[in-house]
C-alpha cells in the first residue's frame, strides 16, 4: 500500500512564506506529482503538478507566487509558497500517481495538511 505523508502546513500572517513537503512510501514508480487544495465550502482544486521530467502547471491564482519542485529519488514533492493570501486558506492534499505497468496506474492522496493565513 502507498502512502503519502504531507508536512509544513500551519498558520502564516498575510505576505508570508510556507513550504509543504510530501514523500511517497514503498519501492514505487512515480509519474506525475501535485498539489490540490480545499477550502471550506468549496471544491477541491488543483494548485500546482510537475512531471516526472519536470514540466510544471499552477493554477491561475498561484502563478508567480507559488513554485513545485521534486526529488525523483526520493519521491518527493514540494510546495514553496510565498507572499501568501487569507484566500490561499486552505487543506492541501498531495498526490501522485504510481505507474505499475504499461496500462495500469493509480492516483494516491495524502492525509491533507491544513495552511490558515491570518493576522
Known sequence: ????????????QPGGSLRLSCGASGSIFVDAMGWYRQAPGKEREMVADITRGGNTNYAESVRGRFAISRDVAKNAVHLQMNSLKPEDTAVYYCNAEVIYTSTRSRIYWGQGTQVTVSS
Open 1 to 12: 500500500q502507498v502512502q503519502l505523508v504531507e508536512s509544513g502546513g500551519g498558520l502564516v
